[in-house]
């Protein structure tokens, strides 16, 4: 297994220099070829953009504190995927040297090549410019097993991939509701990102069929059938009424 990825500072630096909704190809590395094609290798990218604060698109701290980057690390928005990606096109598109890449070691990447290339575009065969973009993908993490002895869900991966308020905080939940049996479970949240593109129209970048999706916490679920209650007795059901 790979361990952590100690970036360097090219790297941190490149990260750093984003402002707001900058996309910057961070650097490239090796990966498994897929099964379809064993033997063309793969490669994959490193995108970051720097996208809005969900709870405020200013950040107050950093303009009061400009020099002292522990006020600007902690609410950035600088979110990151990966675009796998074949030679040529690393190549061709974002200007990866070829013998370099080609040298490149499977090992997890911790061997990478610096890209650096900030708000990187590309012409599809159809003549359109067309810039790479980050999509915020929330979905809710459905619980996988049921313990019935000591009554809880366990949550696959929950540790990794569940939402945090904040690097130190406590895990997010939302609600869901089970459509066949009307039954609502907290769930925890987790806040993706991938890799997608946007196209450009005269000064302006237009989504390609896509917008971001996201969940509040603790989302309002509407039961869509309502349980039918047989009291004891006609004092009881009066009770109900009343209620």
Not at 103 to 127: A, C, E
Request: a negative charge.
């Amino acid at each position: 297994m790979a361990g952590k990825i100690n970036y360097s500072q090219q790297e941190k630096d490149a990260i750093q220099s984003l402002k707001l909704m900058d996309v910057l190809a961070l650097n490239i590395k090796r990966i498994k070829s897929s099964k379809n094609a064993p033997d063309l290798k793969n490669y994959s990218i490193e995108v970051r953009q720097m996208l809005p604060n969900a709870n405020n698109g200013f950040n107050e701290l950093n303009y009061f504190n400009p020099e002292d980057p522990s006020f600007s690390q902690s609410s950035t928005g600088i979110r990151v995927s990966w675009l796998t990606i074949k030679a040529n096109m690393a190549v061709k598109d974002f200007g990866v040297n070829s013998s370099e890449l080609d040298n490149l070691p499977l090992d997890g990447g911790q061997t990478r090549l610096f890209i650096g290339k900030m708000n990187p575009s590309f012409i599809t065969p159809d003549g359109s410019t067309r810039f790479l973009q980050l999509q915020k993908v929330a979905k809710l993490l459905i619980p996988s097993n049921f313990d019935p002895i000591k009554d809880k869900f366990y949550y696959d991966n929950v540790a990794t991939k569940a939402k945090k308020a904040g690097a130190n905080g406590r895990f997010i939940k939302g609600e869901h509701i089970d459509e066949t049996t009307g039954v609502i479970t907290a769930e925890y949240i987790i806040d993706e990102c991938v890799v997608k593109s946007s196209t450009q129209v005269g000064d302006e970048l237009v989504n390609d069929n896509w917008e971001h999706i996201t969940i509040d916490e603790y989302v309002e679920a509407t039961v869509p059938t309502q349980a039918v209650v047989q009291p004891q007795s006609q004092e009881q059901l009066t009770v109900l009424k009343a209620l």
